[in-house]
């Protein structure tokens, strides 16, 4: 049988209703499985409140994004490795695959320097996990661009065994969503599905309403031989109702059910040289 690749609602998807209503909506709308973002919402992080709300549901947590965001930089600890072990454990609790990580800070000195020995040390411990490092974008700021992340915003140029490819993130760092995919070849495990217009922004865009090649990326995971998840992470927070809400996120689901589609088919990847 045809590997069948699994659609993931982000819980920042429904930002700013809590977690659980994450799981609430994955069901309404039929995503296969959550990714929790773990925030400052005390449900993100307890793996007690987090079986019960899959078991509920009827909804799995397949992925958990350890908190690496700015606002997220105390929950739990103010140490990074304490804060990506816990992500680790409640992966291993949930019984997800996947943890998604962010490079390091250029002000998390000892985290940066230790990164890639301390991530392989989790990896150890947790054998069964894909570790699954992030790209990102360069900031403006003060019509500079600044990057915040050592070694850089790209994680393909440190080299890792395992990545998250965002969509929305190749569009705020200009780069062709394609290409990213070449670079991270065999160790792209996960994706973020979103979109972005390239104004150097993170726009979390619903896929098809910006211009990066979303669709041609979904269909190009066969030929890659992807045997991982799709999460949508899309912005809903400024929309109006939760009925609104509800739309975009199933339009973002058709869209990813789509063009998976021909994942059951051979299809050649498509790259960009």
């Given at each position: 049988m045809a590997f069948r690749v699994p659609v993931l609602l982000s819980s920042s998807s429904v930002f700013p209703e809590p977690t659980a209503a994450a799981f609430e909506m994955a069901a309404t709308v039929g995503y296969d499985g959550v990714e929790v973002m773990v925030w400052t919402d005390a449900v993100s992080q307890d793996a007690?409140?987090?079986q019960g709300l899959a078991a509920h549901?009827?909804?799995?947590?397949?992925?958990?994004?350890?908190?690496?965001?700015?606002?997220?930089?105390?929950?739990?600890?103010?140490?990074?490795?304490?804060?990506?072990?816990?992500?680790?454990?409640?992966?291993?609790?949930?019984?997800?695959?996947?943890?998604?990580?962010?490079?390091?800070?250029?002000?998390?000195?000892?985290?940066?320097?230790?990164?890639?020995?301390?991530?392989?040390?989790?990896?150890?411990?947790?054998?069964?996990?894909s570790f699954a490092i992030e790209n990102m974008y360069p900031v403006r700021m003060a019509g500079r661009n600044f990057v915040p992340y050592v070694p850089g915003w790209d994680p393909t140029e440190a080299g890792y065994d395992a990545y998250t490819l965002d969509l929305s993130h190749a569009a705020a760092s200009r780069t062709d969503s394609l290409v990213m995919a070449d670079r991270m070849g065999s160790g792209l495990k996960h994706v973020h599905l979103g979109d972005g217009t390239g104004e150097g922004r993170d726009e979390h865009l619903v896929p098809g309403r910006g211009n990066q090649p979303c669709a041609e990326l979904l269909r190009s995971l066969a030929g890659r031989g992807f045997?991982?998840?799709?999460?949508?992470?899309?912005?809903?927070?400024?929309?109006?109702?939760?009925?609104?809400?509800?739309?975009?996120?199933?339009?973002?689901?058709?869209?990813?059910?789509?063009?998976?589609?021909?994942?059951?088919?051979?299809?050649p990847a498509v790259t960009r040289g």
């Amino acid at each position: 049988m045809a590997f069948r690749v699994p659609v993931l609602l982000s819980s920042s998807s429904v930002f700013p209703e809590p977690t659980a209503a994450a799981f609430e909506m994955a069901a309404t709308v039929g995503y296969d499985g959550v990714e929790v973002m773990v925030w400052t919402d005390a449900v993100s992080q307890d793996a007690g409140a987090l079986q019960g709300l899959a078991a509920h549901y009827g909804v799995p947590v397949l992925s958990v994004h350890a908190p690496c965001l700015l606002v997220t930089q105390r929950v739990w600890s103010p140490d990074p490795w304490e804060r990506l072990n816990r992500a680790a454990g409640l992966a291993e609790a949930l019984g997800a695959p996947t943890v998604v990580v962010h490079p390091p800070f250029t002000w998390q000195r000892d985290y940066a320097r230790n990164f890639a020995a301390g991530l392989a040390k989790v990896q150890t411990r947790h054998p069964d996990t894909s570790f699954a490092i992030e790209n990102m974008y360069p900031v403006r700021m003060a019509g500079r661009n600044f990057v915040p992340y050592v070694p850089g915003w790209d994680p393909t140029e440190a080299g890792y065994d395992a990545y998250t490819l965002d969509l929305s993130h190749a569009a705020a760092s200009r780069t062709d969503s394609l290409v990213m995919a070449d670079r991270m070849g065999s160790g792209l495990k996960h994706v973020h599905l979103g979109d972005g217009t390239g104004e150097g922004r993170d726009e979390h865009l619903v896929p098809g309403r910006g211009n990066q090649p979303c669709a041609e990326l979904l269909r190009s995971l066969a030929g890659r031989g992807f045997r991982g998840s799709v999460a949508l992470e899309v912005s809903t927070r400024k929309v109006t109702s939760r009925a609104v809400r509800e739309a975009d996120l199933r339009e973002s689901l058709a869209f990813a059910r789509h063009h998976l589609a021909p994942a059951a088919s051979a299809t050649p990847a498509v790259t960009r040289g």
